[in-house]
């Protein structure tokens, strides 16, 4: 099995979300996760005309966005 089809198991393995749950999830608009997933920043499966999105890849893309303060 090649290094992206691993990858990408590892990032359906705790299911996916409409888009509707994952804007709820984290907190923002349709539009916002739209423009994410036109930009390539948020991985989404395709089926037929719905799109879903990874759980562990809207987790880890909301990680990416944290803030931290310094000292």
Partial sequence: MGQELSRDLELVRD????????????????????????????????????????RRALEEWLARHIVRGSK
């Fill in 15 to 54: 299911g996916a979300m409409t888009i509707a749950e994952a804007c709820r999830f984290a907190g923002v608009g349709r539009s916002y996760i739209y423009e994410a997933m036109a930009r390539g920043e948020l991985p989404f499966l395709k089926i037929g005309a719905a799109r879903r999105i990874p």
